[in-house]
């Protein structure tokens, strides 16, 4: 059994979807979890991109969005499953062992899936990634999320990984103050 939904930000609506349109790609398990699909629904139409929906059957969740990516006009895919509680953001030019964002269940909530619907988007229109768990939005769809301060403990002590993310996370909000400015 297989379903597609196109989501338009602009009409804000659930259509007919079609694999010749240039959308983000969703593919989730049956069951189908609404909620968890509706907020990143959420962060890809604050960045203004549409979305289609699928349902399948339970698959490797990296294979399935290694998958929609695939598939995609826009390069991009998601996987998610709300049995296992999983999200996954791939992109096709990405080996299907190593997405860009995989979301466990303890990090499975509106926040963080409203961000990877959000960095979906930000993925296709190449824009800065947002690694903060914490966003303030504003009110209008074409308004750009901003982050929140967010408390480190000790900056010595960051791996690798979390050291690169706050030095994008400081470069974005450099850019967006001299945006603002300018």
Do not use: C
């Not at 960045?47 to 339970?58: D, L, N, S, T």
């Not at 390069?75 to 096709?92: D, E, F, K, P």
């Not at 990984?161 to 974005?172: A, F, K, M």
């Amino acid at each position: 059994m297989k379903k597609t939904k196109e989501i338009s930000p602009v009409e804000d609506k659930r259509i007919a979807g079609s694999e010749t349109k240039p959308v983000v790609r969703i593919v989730t398990t049956v069951p189908s979890p609404e909620k968890e699909i509706g907020y990143i629904l959420w962060g890809l139409e604050e960045e203004e991109i549409p979305a289609e929906i699928e349902e399948v059957e339970e698959n490797s969740l990296e294979i399935l969005a290694k998958q929609a990516a695939d598939g995609s006009k826009l390069n991009v895919g998601i996987g998610i499953s709300g049995t296992n509680q999983m999200a996954v953001l791939h992109h096709r030019d990405l080996p299907v062992d190593k997405p860009l964002f995989s979301m466990a269940a303890d990090k499975f909530d509106m926040t963080q899936l409203r961000l990877l619907g959000a960095n979906a988007a930000r993925l296709v229109k190449g824009n800065p990634l947002l690694f903060h768990s914490e966003q303030a939005y504003s009110a209008g769809p074409k308004d750009t999320m901003q982050l929140r301060e967010s408390p480190l403990n000790d900056p010595a002590q960051l791996s690798q990984n979390q050291l690169g993310e706050l030095i994008t996370l400081v470069v974005t909000e450099l850019q967006t103050n001299i945006e603002r400015q300018g």
